[in-house]
């Protein structure tokens, strides 16, 4: 190379994937999950559910304001963050356990990007035509023509990526009264800027980005491979089968006795939504859909071929079916120890859950010590500790709470503001109340050091409501 050659540039301009039209099994799987699952995340802020006068009436809601999370007849507190913290785990488990039977089926069928591109496309296709018209459009020059769809797509588009990023903001307050506050304006400029950034979120990415969030942005596909095995169905090309591809020859053809099945049709390429070949093997970039199955069975039907060159695949099965024997039974892959056990412990994660869920308790105490100074000395020389008692009420009225403490040493209680040991907890609501612990003068309590005592609350409406909170009691001797 002379000094004047410059190196070879690494960049390649992003050529936009156009996939074609395609109709079969996984094909109809998909329209189906995505016609469910947009109409869950649409539909679902709308659902009303009748909680009593003091609790919003929407089914679901994130609660931010009050630090609480309602689902349903479900209502999950802020000390009660656990539950989230299991549905996560129980995410987490479930994904890996649909990756290690079916690949990235999850990608395929379900990720948000997948699902809203699919939409996207899918609008692109009726107002622009099917692949060969979309390519066509694409490097056509700009014109009246191109214009006019292009405006038209976009603001599909756009109007789509608008109600993504209003149904976001509905599931976070009540979603009829925002509605209409953001029509007279009157809504928070929280609620405008979060649903401007999911709309450009929504349309770029289901609408420019597509296979490009897949490759470059979500880490799941370099994490996948950790997930796998050699029992794990994967889509795959039986090039045993199909090799020497070739175009279709009449059967009197001395040539076809030495062609494979493939005809090099490249239907399984122009249905892709990721833009691969997969009879390359296995890449990266493919997320499991499946739709170059439908394809290519639909080509094989009309040619007279059997069905099954493109087929969901285990890496066992490979081995066998070239060496001319049969596959295993699918069931075989997908329950096997490694699937059992992560079906298990998905399970005992949601059994500890569901038990947990309704073992809690209705009322809560929280019991905070006010440790500046550790204790005060009264004239009389009784020794005064002070708490901050925080009580939980997730009745739907307000209950009277009765509060006691109980230690090895005798101890006395006084509430500030008031004249008896009982308050009022407003209905499914907190309360904050300074208490007094008191030892009288020259008792082991006051004169000792660290004295182990328990909080009590009950609840005087169900007694068998009773919630306790372990602490110390501060005398002279510390």
Not at 100 to 113: D, E, F, M, T
Not at 262 to 278: L, Q, Y
Not at 345 to 374: D, E, H, K, Q
Request: net charge neutral; hydrophobic share 45%; glycine share 8%.
């Amino acid at each position: 190379m002379s000094a004047n050659d410059s190196p070879p540039s690494l960049y390649a301009v992003h050529e936009p994937v156009f996939p074609r039209r395609v109709k079969g099994t996984f094909r109809n799987l998909k329209w189906i999950i995505m016609a469910v699952t947009l109409g869950i995340y649409y539909i679902t802020p709308w659902l009303r559910w009748d909680r009593g006068p003091s609790l919003p009436d929407q089914a679901v809601l994130v609660d931010l304001a009050n630090r609480r999370f309602f689902f349903f007849m479900i209502e999950i507190w802020p000390d009660e963050f656990y539950f989230v913290a299991g549905l996560l785990i129980m995410a987490g488990l479930g994904l890996f356990l649909f990756t290690s039977a079916l690949g990235r089926v999850w990608c395929g069928y379900a990720c948000p990007q997948t699902v809203w591109t699919d939409l996207y496309i899918l609008v692109e296709r009726w107002i622009e035509g099917d692949r060969n018209a979309r390519v066509r459009l694409y490097h056509q020059k700009w014109n009246a023509q191109k214009i006019r769809l292009r405006a038209i797509k976009w603001v599909v588009w756009f109007l789509i990526g608008l109600a993504t990023g209003g149904a976001w903001i509905f599931y976070f307050t009540d979603a009829p009264t925002l509605f209409w506050n953001l029509l007279d304006g009157t809504a928070h400029p929280v609620a405008y800027v979060t649903m401007g950034l999911l709309t450009f979120t929504t349309f770029f990415f289901g609408g420019f980005a597509r296979e490009q969030i897949c490759i470059y942005a979500c880490p799941w596909p370099r994490i996948q491979a950790a997930m796998m095995d050699e029992d794990t169905l994967v889509v795959a090309y039986r090039e045993w089968r199909g090799e020497p591809r070739g175009k279709l020859r009449k059967p009197d053809d001395p040539e076809v006795e030495k062609q494979g099945d493939c005809i090099d049709c490249m239907a399984c390429v122009n249905v892709c939504p990721m833009g691969i070949d997969i009879r390359k093997g296995q890449q990266l970039e493919c997320i499991t859909c499946a739709l170059c199955i439908d394809a290519c069975d639909e080509v094989m039907d009309r040619i007279g071929k059997p069905r099954g060159l493109i087929d969901y695949m285990a890496l066992k099965d490979e081995t066998l079916e070239r060496a001319g024997g049969t596959a295993r039974n699918i069931w075989k892959h997908i329950f096997r120890p490694r699937t059992l056990l992560y079906t298990a412990l998905w399970a005992s994660v949601g059994v500890a859950m569901i038990v947990a869920l309704f073992l809690r308790s209705p009322i809560g105490l929280n019991v905070t010590p006010v440790r500046n100074p550790l204790y005060v000395t009264l004239k009389d020389g009784t020794i005064r500790n002070t708490y901050e008692v925080r009580l939980h009420n997730k009745h739907g009225e307000e209950r009277p709470f009765h509060i006691s403490v109980t230690a090895e040493e005798a101890l006395e209680i006084s509430l500030e503001g008031r004249d008896n040991t009982v308050v009022n907890v407003p209905a499914d609501g907190t309360l904050t109340q300074r208490i007094y612990v008191t030892a009288a003068p020259g008792s082991k309590a006051a004169e000792g050091g660290l004295l182990e005592m328990r909080f009590w609350v009950v609840d005087l409406t169900e007694a068998t409501d009773r919630v306790s909170a372990d602490t110390v009691f501060h005398g002279k001797g510390e």
